[in-house]
């Protein structure tokens, strides 16, 4: 079966610090690849996906990056966090040509 | 730019059904229709998906017209384990993210 992990679970962060969360799917090959937002309360936005190694697409503006290093793992990063970037982060994947997406236990980040 | 409009919240009573609708009015051919259920702090769990007429799963069925410019999200007999967050996701990887959209979510809350 298929498991996507995510981490870390919470974070807390100053502002202008670095960020990275990691995101692993285990179980599935070449599967695409999401990361998403949700502020407190809101709906998801999607930030990024990736078809394949590599091959990001972005889909806000913001200062935030994302990187496929290998095929199942997904890694969201910033080099100066906003107070702005605080939220529910989430990662999903979804095996193409399905649809549907299965979404991580998302990391929490606060940034004061 | 697609507009995903759903009621901010609902109540039901335990044991009755819940239909959840999902306007989705400049929806395009390619996309596809998708519901997630989410709780409090966790990552969305997919429902159910479907592009025409019905769909029905082990725990519920999805009813789209023939137009396909709105959904409805069939929970039968709901529970109080099924009081949480539900999505409908609009549109289709293939047509780039772009095309892909969350609606704000209805809040369920079922009561004894």
């Known amino acids: 079966s298929q498991t996507i992990h995510q981490w870390p679970a919470t974070l807390v962060q100053p502002v202008g610090s670095p960020l990275s969360l990691e995101c692993t799917v285990e179980?599935?090959?070449?599967?695409?690849l999401y990361w998403y937002r949700q502020a407190a309360g809101r709906g998801l936005q999607l930030l990024f996906y990736?078809?394949?190694?590599?091959?990001i697409s972005s889909e806000v503006p913001q200062n935030l990056s994302a990187s496929r290093p290998q095929d199942r793992q997904f890694i969201l990063s910033s080099k100066k966090l906003l107070l702005s970037d605080s939220g529910f982060y989430l990662c999903a994947w979804s095996r193409p040509p399905a649809h549907e997406q299965y979404f991580g236990p998302g990391t929490r980040l606060t940034v004061t | 730019l697609a507009k995903i409009t759903q009621p901010i919240s609902m109540d039901s009573y335990e044991g009755q059904e819940v239909n959840i609708t999902c306007s989705h009015n400049n929806i395009a051919t390619n996309d596809y229709i998708t519901w997630y259920q989410q709780f409090p702090s966790q990552g969305p769990r997919f429902i159910i998906q479907g592009y025409k007429t019905k769909v029905t799963n082990e725990v519920a069925s999805l009813f789209i017209p023939a137009d396909r410019k709105s959904s409805t999200l069939s929970l039968p007999r709901v529970s109080l384990s099924d009081t949480a967050v539900y999505y409908c996701l609009v549109g289709d990887i293939v047509g780039g993210a772009n095309n892909l959209f969350f609606g704000t979510g209805t809040r369920l809350t079922v009561i004894p």
């Open positions: 990736s078809v394949g190694i590599g091959q």
């Open positions: 179980g599935t090959s070449n599967p695409n």
